[in-house]
């Protein structure tokens, strides 16, 4: 079946930098456009970004536009999320989740980032 | 602030009906597809509704969707306590070439 598994997430201080992975089965991995959402504790869903089928095009939302970087490896089916000076408002649970046209599906199981002294 | 607003919470007891608002603009759900997402604690969300009224496999019709300009809604009918989760509607946003999500409703079956 359609299976997105993230990894990578863990505890880093303030500034520091994490890299996420999330890997595809049981789908066209390089046929789908990508996108990384994250929920704070408690908080709802937020779109972080997204990057086309052949790493052509990449966006990001502002919160996140200069410290994180989106990319992909269509022979492996990994995608990755390249974190940089990261924030304490970075912590979250961190979803991929593969993009049809008008919708997400499906999404990862999710990997804890946590920012923190 | 999210995007797309829905209320924070709903109530119903088992058995009853319930309906989930969702409202936007016409950079989002009023010129695209509103597609609805289940997330139990813990887990991960799971794609309910898509294309505005369509279920994936395996969705009872006990939930339906649909919309009407910048709005969207989601119904659950024969209320079960299985059916607490919270619910977030999402869709793509022209202007900001981004997806937006609604803040989530919580639902609680008394």
């Known amino acids: 079946q359609e299976q997105l598994v993230e990894s990578g997430g863990g505890l880093v201080k303030p500034g520091g930098s994490l890299r996420l992975s999330c890997g595809a089965s049981g789908f066209s991995f390089s046929d789908h456009y990508m996108s990384w959402i994250r929920q704070a504790p408690g908080k709802g869903l937020e779109w972080i970004s997204w990057i086309s089928s052949s790493s052509s095009h990449t966006k990001y939302a502002d919160s996140v536009k200069g410290r994180f970087t989106i990319s992909r490896d269509n022979a492996k089916n990994l995608l990755y999320l390249q974190m940089n000076s990261l924030r304490a408002e970075d912590t979250a649970v961190y979803y991929c989740?593969?993009?049809?046209?008008?919708?997400?599906?499906?999404w990862g199981q999710g990997t804890l980032v946590t920012v923190s002294s | 602030q999210s995007v797309l607003t829905q209320p924070p919470s709903v109530s119903a007891a088992p058995g009853q009906k319930v309906t989930i608002s969702c409202s936007g603009s016409?950079?989002?759900?009023?010129?695209?597809?509103v597609s609805w997402y289940q997330q139990f604690p813990g887990t991960a969300p799971k794609l309910l509704i898509y294309?505005?009224?369509e279920r994936p496999s395996g969705v009872p019709d006990r939930f339906s969707g649909s919309k009407s300009g910048p709005s969207a809604t989601l119904g659950i009918t024969g209320l079960q306590t299985g059916d607490e989760a919270d619910y977030y509607c999402?869709?793509?946003?022209?202007?900001?070439?981004?997806?937006?999500f609604g803040g989530g409703t919580k639902l609680t079956v008394l």
């Open positions: 989740a593969a993009e049809r046209g008008r919708f997400l599906n499906p």
């Open positions: 016409s950079s989002n759900i009023g010129n695209n597809y």
């Open positions: 999402g869709t793509w946003d022209t202007s900001l070439s981004a997806w937006v």
């Open positions: 294309d505005n009224n």
